[in-house]
Structures are given as C-alpha cells and as structure tokens.
C-alpha cells in the first residue's frame, strides 16, 4: 500500500512560519475547537440535537427582533426541508420549547414563539459562560475593538462565501 505524499508548508499542515497573523489564526481555531466542543457538550445536557439548539436560537432572536418567524423561514435558516421541520417543531413543542401560533395581522400564517420554558433553559444552560464573555470582550483596549471586530466580520464573510461557493461547486461541478 503506497502512502500520498502531500506537499505541506515547513511548519504546519496549513501555515508555515512566514505566515503572517499565523498565531492570530491559531487563536481562531482554537477558539473554534472550543466553541465546537461547547456546543456538543450543550446540547447533550440539554438532551436536545444541535438543529433543535440553533432552532431554538433562531425563535429566541426572531421573538426579540420582534420578526415573526414562520415554520418555512426556519426551514430555510436552518437549511432543512419543511417537512423535516415540520418533525422538529413538533418535537420541541412536544417538550415545551415553542408554540405554533396565528400571525398577527395575517391569521392564515403560521408563527413560531419560544415559550417561558425555552427561555428559561437556554438562560440557565449560557447565562454564566455569555457573562464571562462580556467580561473578557471588555479587556479588548479600546482602541483595539474596531480592528478585532471587523476581523472577525471579514472571517465570518470570507466562511460565508465559501460555505456558499462550496455549496455550488457540489451542484455545478468544477467546469
């Protein structure tokens, strides 16, 4: 059995020494890694999967930007089909963590809120851990906040692209 040989930079399996802002981009991924773990550990103590997490997530802000969020425009920031939702909001109404309700000015429509309970667990399981993070945000001096926001607004929208390029590529092929 032969191995592939993959041409790697000097020091690293995706930056070599030279790289500029190379320990920014470590710090990133290791926040990333950590972000990632947290998030499966919230999940399984919840006893909840991770689209009925970023469900909630998403009902959570849409009550609060006062946005009614109807059942296909989760589908689609979830990226699932509406049927599937359909499974997923009876699962979590079933446990108490939505309720399906008329829209306001169109009774036809159908809206999704996140009841006491989904706040009240969501609040239970972060308030601590967002806390500390307002904490350490606020150590960022001042005159550093502007650059580390709009790095972190360019590496949101560089993954962004690629998320939806990649996503093409899959359907057009490479040519």
């Given at each position: 059995?032969?191995?592939?040989?993959?041409?790697?930079?000097?020091?690293?399996?995706?930056?070599?020494?030279?790289?500029?802002?190379?320990?920014?981009?470590?710090?990133?991924?290791?926040?990333?890694?950590?972000?990632d773990?947290?998030?499966?550990?919230?999940?399984?103590?919840?006893?909840?999967?991770?689209?009925?997490?970023?469900?909630?997530?998403?009902?959570?802000?849409?009550?609060?930007?006062?946005?009614?969020?109807?059942?296909?425009?989760?589908?689609?920031?979830l990226?699932?089909?509406?049927?599937?939702?359909?499974?997923?909001?009876?699962?979590?109404?079933?446990?108490?963590?939505?309720?399906?309700?008329?829209?306001?000015?169109?009774?036809?429509?159908?809206?999704?809120?996140?009841?006491?309970?989904?706040?009240?667990?969501?609040?239970?399981?972060?308030?601590?851990?967002?806390?500390?993070?307002?904490?350490?945000?606020?150590?960022?001096?001042?005159?550093?906040?502007?650059?580390?926001?709009?790095?972190?607004?360019r590496?949101?929208?560089?993954?962004?692209?690629?998320?939806?390029?990649?996503?093409?590529?899959?359907?057009l092929?490479?040519g």
């Amino acid at each position: 059995m032969s191995r592939a040989v993959i041409d790697a930079p000097d020091d690293g399996y995706w930056f070599d020494r030279s790289t500029e802002g190379r320990e920014i981009l470590a710090a990133l991924r290791r926040f990333r890694e950590a972000d990632d773990a947290f998030r499966r550990s919230l999940v399984r103590s919840m006893g909840m999967n991770v689209t009925d997490v970023q469900a909630i997530r998403h009902v959570i802000a849409a009550d609060r930007d006062q946005q009614p969020l109807s059942p296909r425009e989760l589908a689609g920031r979830l990226g699932i089909s509406t049927a599937s939702t359909t499974t997923l909001l009876d699962r979590l109404a079933a446990h108490g963590h939505i309720e399906r309700i008329p829209h306001a000015s169109d009774r036809r429509r159908i809206v999704v809120h996140a009841t006491a309970y989904a706040h009240e667990q969501v609040r239970s399981h972060l308030a601590t851990m967002h806390a500390e993070m307002a904490r350490i945000a606020g150590e960022v001096p001042a005159h550093c906040r502007g650059a580390v926001v709009g790095f972190l607004h360019r590496m949101a929208e560089h993954v962004e692209d690629v998320t939806e390029h990649a996503g093409e590529e899959a359907v057009l092929g490479d040519g």
